[in-house]
């Protein structure tokens, strides 16, 4: 879990160095969690699909209800993400606009369509190889109006995340002896052709909730260490 402490120091400068109302997010507890394919089957009938199907969250233009949040890291620094989604498009958050782009670091910003979200940058030469790894991504909703508002904080560990997809995409292909899925699959590893650990540089895309989207709040996440 990141330190709270993490997130008051970067909680300055979200939104292009607009102050907003900010307090510390309570994380999210106390949820009955359901199962997989409960939560493929609701996601499917959102998008008024009802035969079994995968679902990939990140693909933001069959699932409008989430969008696209790509990371990248290079030679063990150089943050850089975008958000894309089905409305208003892609918006890039470059290098300079990160708090603290290194092992332990933190930086939160804010888009109107997912709310408040951040990274935590948890090791160096991690699971991912060399370089900037293991990023754990929190989400929660600020109120500008509130200085003791807003929602409480989710975290998704992205790196585990990945691993799942990673390990039911080689069950599909009859690689690994584990039961297949249908999701829903969160995050992955974007690696063209190559290992995510052979190269320096770090890529990561996951399919964030929108505002107001709760098919996921109930979705019992993996964790790297847990």
């Not at 989430?66 to 498009?89: M, P, R, S, V």
């Not at 691993?163 to 002896?177: F, L, N, S």
Request: hydrophobic content about 35%; aromatic content about 12%.
């Amino acid at each position: 879990m990141v330190a709270f402490r993490n997130w008051i120091s970067v909680a300055l400068a979200i939104s292009g160095g607009t102050v907003l109302g900010y307090s510390v997010p309570a994380t999210v507890s106390s949820i009955v969690k359901r199962g997989r394919a409960d939560i493929v089957k609701e996601i499917l009938k959102a998008i008024g699909v009802f035969t079994d199907d995968t679902v990939y969250t990140w693909d933001f233009n069959k699932f409008p209800q989430y969008c696209d949040l790509y990371l990248e890291t290079n030679n063990g620094g150089h943050c850089y993400a975008t958000i894309e989604c089905k409305k208003d498009g892609k918006k890039f958050y470059e290098e300079k606009t990160w708090n603290d782009c290194s092992v332990g670091g933190s930086s939160a910003f804010d888009d109107p369509r997912i709310g408040a979200w951040g990274v935590t940058w948890r090791t160096r030469d991690g699971f991912e190889g060399e370089g900037l790894t293991e990023p754990l991504l929190s989400t929660w909703e600020i109120d500008p109006n509130n200085l003791f508002g807003g929602g409480p904080m989710k975290e998704w560990d992205v790196t585990a995340l990945a691993i799942q997809y990673e390990k039911a995409t080689r069950c599909g292909k009859g690689i690994a002896p584990l039961k297949c899925d249908n999701g829903p699959f969160i995050c992955r590893f974007v690696t063209g052709n190559e290992n995510i650990q052979d190269s320096r540089k770090k890529k990561w895309s996951c399919g964030i909730p929108i505002k107001g989207e709760k098919s996921l709040d109930t979705l019992e996440l993996p964790k790297l260490n847990g």
